[in-house]
C-alpha cells in the first residue's frame, strides 16, 4: 500500500509540475527576437558568396545591426543654380537645378541657344543638356532620364530605393551636400560643386558602411538625354547631304578611342566598352552632356536607349566594405558647348568628342585651320556670313595661279578639238591607236591631262572641311546672314541654290571643253541642276561659299578669254561659229 501511495505522490507531483509550467508559458510568454530583415539576410548571404565566409562573426550573423536612423520619406526639392562662362569673344550664361529625388541634375539649359524643331527651324526653347524628372518616388524607371543620376546594382547587399530620397544636410551658393542611410545603417553621400564661370561641375559619391556587417554594392552613374523630334527625324531625302536637324549619341571614351552609337541604333542593340574607359556623354550637334570618372580604378561603359531615352553609364567594379569603412567615388561632369578648344580645358581627352570625320576621311587639321581662319575674319567683320566670304576670297587667291593654269589647258584642250575628232574618224575601230595618238598630239602642244580638273580636286576637301566645321562649330549655330537665319541650316527660300543653278549656267557657258555638241549640251543643263538639288539641301553656309566661289570663277575665266582670244572649243564659241 505505502509503495502504491507513494507512486500516486509522484504522478500528482509531475502532473502539478506539468501544469505549471503550461500556466507559466501563458502568462509569461517568451519574448520573441525581432524579425531578420531582407537586408540582413541578405548581407550573411553576400558575405559568404564574396569569400568572408572565413569570418564567423561576419559568415553566421543573423543578429540586428546597432540601431541607425534611416532616412524616411522626404519633401522633394530643387536647388538652382546659374553661372556665366566666358572664354574668349564666347559668353554663355547657365541654368541648372539639382533635385534631391535621386540626386541627379534635374535641369540644364543654356538660355542663349535655342532648340530647333522637326522641320530645321529654332524654336523658343533653350538648348536643355538634361531633362527633368517627376518627383513620384514610385516611379523607378524615371531615374534612368536622371543626369548623373545613380542606382545600385543586383550585386548591393543593402536596401537601395530606385530613386533615393536624400536628405539635404548642406548648401551653399555653389555646393550642395545630400545624404541617404538606409534602413541597415549604410549611408550614401552626394556632394556637388559648381564653378560659376564654367561648364564644369566637380562631384563626389561616398557609401560609407555603418552597419555592424560587411556589406557589398556596385554602383553605376549615368550621362541621359530624351531623344526630342528633331533628334528622331533622321536624315532627308538625301541622306549623305542633309543630315538631320539634330543628333544624339552616346559616346564612351575607351582604350584612347571615342567609340560613337546613334541613339536609333541603341534602340535596336546596347554597346559596352570595357577597356581603358575614362569617360562617357550623349552626344549632341553642338552641344555635349560628359561623365568623367576621376578614380584610378577602370569602370565600365555602357550604352543603351529605351523609348525616346539614350543613356550612357559608367558602371563602377563590386565594392566590399567592413563595417565602417567608405568608399568615395570622384567625377566631373561637363555640360555645355562642344567647342574643341573649351572642351581641351577639361584635362580628360573630352576634345575627342568634336567629330570631324566624314565619308571615312578625318579632317580635323583642315577643319581646325578653316575654323581658325573664319575666327580672324569674324574678328575683324563681326559676322560670320562675311567671314566665309573672305574664306571663299583668299582661298581663290591662293589657287589664282593653278586656276590660270588650268583655265589656260582647257582652253589649248579645245583648241585641239578639231584634231582629236580627226583622229577618231581616222582610227575608228582602235581604241589604243587612238589614245596612244591623243596622247602624243597634247606633249606636242604642253596640254597637261591633269590641268583642268586639279584645282576642282583641290577645292573638295575644301568643301567637304567646311561642311564639317559648319556641321561641328558652335559658333556659327543659329547665326543669321542676309536672309539666311542660321548659316548651319539650308536656305529656307531656295534662294541660293536656285542663284547657283543660274550662275552655274553661265558658268558652263563660257568654260572650254572638248565634248561633242551632244554631251556639251548635257552638261549644260544637268551639272547646274545637279548642284542645285544638293545646295537645297546643304548648309547656307556652304552655299554662300560655293556660289561666291563660283562668281570669282566667272570672272577669273572672263579674264582667262579675254586675254587669250575668242574659244574655239566653248559651247558659246560653237553655237557663234554654228
Given at each position: ?204 559619391v561616398t557609401v560609407r558602411n555603418g552597419s555592424s556587417q560587411t556589406q557589398r554594392h556596385r554602383m553605376q552613374i549615368q ?110 561632369a561637363y555640360l555645355g558647348v562642344k567647342k574643341e578648344s573649351v572642351l581641351t580645358l577639361v584635362d580628360a581627352n573630352l ?110 576637301p575644301i568643301w567637304f572641311a567646311l561642311y564639317r566645321s559648319l556641321w561641328v562649330s558652335v559658333d556659327l549655330y543659329q ?100
Amino acid at each position: 500500500m505505502q509503495e502504491d501511495s507513494s507512486k500516486n505522490r509522484l504522478l500528482l507531483t509531475a502532473a502539478l509540475c506539468f501544469l505549471v509550467m503550461m500556466g507559466w508559458n501563458v502568462l509569461f510568454p517568451k519574448k520573441r527576437p525581432n524579425p531578420v530583415t531582407p537586408g540582413a539576410v541578405a548581407t550573411a548571404t553576400a558575405a559568404v558568396d564574396a569569400g568572408v565566409a572565413g569570418s564567423p562573426e561576419v559568415a553566421t550573423a543573423t543578429v540586428a545591426a546597432p540601431p541607425v536612423v534611416p532616412t524616411v520619406a522626404v519633401k522633394g526639392e530643387t536647388f538652382p543654380f546659374a553661372g556665366r562662362v566666358e572664354y574668349a569673344d564666347m559668353k554663355v550664361p547657365y541654368e541648372l537645378s539639382i533635385t534631391n529625388i535621386g540626386g541627379g541634375i534635374q535641369t540644364y539649359v543654356l538660355p542663349g541657344y535655342k532648340e530647333r524643331n522637326k522641320d530645321n527651324e529654332a524654336t523658343d526653347d533653350p538648348i536643355s543638356l538634361a531633362d527633368p524628372t517627376s518627383f513620384d518616388v514610385r516611379d523607378g524607371a524615371a531615374v534612368t532620364a536622371q543626369m548623373a543620376g545613380i542606382q545600385f546594382l543586383d550585386e548591393t547587399t543593402f536596401t537601395v530605393p530606385k530613386r533615393i530620397p536624400f536628405e539635404v544636410v548642406g548648401k551653399t551658393e555653389d555646393s550642395l551636400h545630400l545624404r541617404y542611410t538606409s534602413p541597415e545603417g549604410v549611408v550614401i553621400e552626394r556632394e556637388y560643386q559648381m564653378r560659376p564661370d564654367s561648364f564644369e561641375m566637380e562631384m563626389a559619391v561616398t557609401v560609407r558602411n555603418g552597419s555592424s556587417q560587411t556589406q557589398r554594392h556596385r554602383m553605376q552613374i549615368q550621362a541621359a538625354l530624351k531623344a526630342t523630334e528633331a533628334m528622331a527625324r533622321g536624315s532627308g531625302f538625301l541622306a549623305n547631304f542633309q543630315p538631320p536637324p539634330d543628333h544624339l549619341q552616346g559616346l564612351c571614351y575607351a582604350d584612347g578611342e571615342v567609340e560613337r552609337k546613334d541613339y536609333t541604333a541603341l534602340k535596336k542593340e546596347s554597346s559596352s566598352f570595357k577597356d581603358g574607359v575614362q569617360w562617357v556623354a550623349m552626344d549632341r550637334q553642338y552641344f555635349l552632356s560628359a561623365i568623367i570618372s576621376r578614380d584610378r580604378a577602370t569602370p565600365e561603359c555602357q550604352l543603351s536607349a529605351n523609348g525616346d531615352v539614350a543613356r550612357a553609364l559608367l558602371v563602377m567594379g563590386t565594392e566590399t566594405l567592413k563595417p565602417q569603412e567608405e568608399k568615395r567615388y570622384k567625377y566631373t561632369a561637363y555640360l555645355g558647348v562642344k567647342k574643341e578648344s573649351v572642351l581641351t580645358l577639361v584635362d580628360a581627352n573630352l576634345e575627342g568628342a568634336v567629330d570631324y570625320k566624314i565619308l571615312g576621311m578625318n579632317l580635323a587639321p583642315l577643319c581646325t585651320g578653316l575654323l581658325w581662319i573664319l575666327s580672324l575674319f569674324h574678328g575683324f567683320t563681326g559676322s560670320w556670313g562675311v567671314a566665309i566670304l573672305g574664306l571663299t576670297l583668299l582661298v581663290k587667291l591662293v589657287l589664282f595661279p593653278l586656276n590660270q593654269r588650268s583655265g589656260k589647258s582647257m582652253r589649248a584642250m579645245a583648241a585641239l578639238r578639231p584634231q582629236l575628232e580627226e583622229l577618231k574618224s581616222k582610227y575608228p575601230d582602235d581604241k589604243q591607236r587612238q589614245n596612244e595618238e591623243m596622247m602624243r598630239l597634247y606633249k606636242d602642244h604642253n596640254v597637261s591631262l591633269g590641268g583642268g580638273c586639279l584645282p576642282m580636286l583641290i577645292q573638295m576637301p575644301i568643301w567637304f572641311a567646311l561642311y564639317r566645321s559648319l556641321w561641328v562649330s558652335v559658333d556659327l549655330y543659329q547665326q543669321g546672314f542676309l536672309w539666311v537665319a542660321d548659316l548651319t541650316t539650308r536656305d529656307p527660300y531656295w534662294i541660293l541654290p536656285v542663284t547657283l543653278v543660274v550662275v552655274m549656267f553661265i558658268q558652263q557657258k563660257m568654260t572650254p571643253t572638248t565634248m561633242d555638241p551632244v554631251q556639251q549640251k548635257m552638261m549644260q543643263y544637268t551639272m547646274p541642276a545637279m548642284f542645285g538639288i544638293m545646295m537645297a539641301a546643304l548648309p547656307a553656309g556652304l552655299c554662300f561659299y560655293i556660289l561666291t566661289n563660283t562668281l570669282l570663277t566667272i570672272v577669273q575665266q572672263h579674264l582667262i578669254n579675254k586675254s587669250i582670244g575668242p574659244m574655239g572649243g566653248s559651247p558659246a564659241a560653237q553655237e557663234a561659229k554654228a
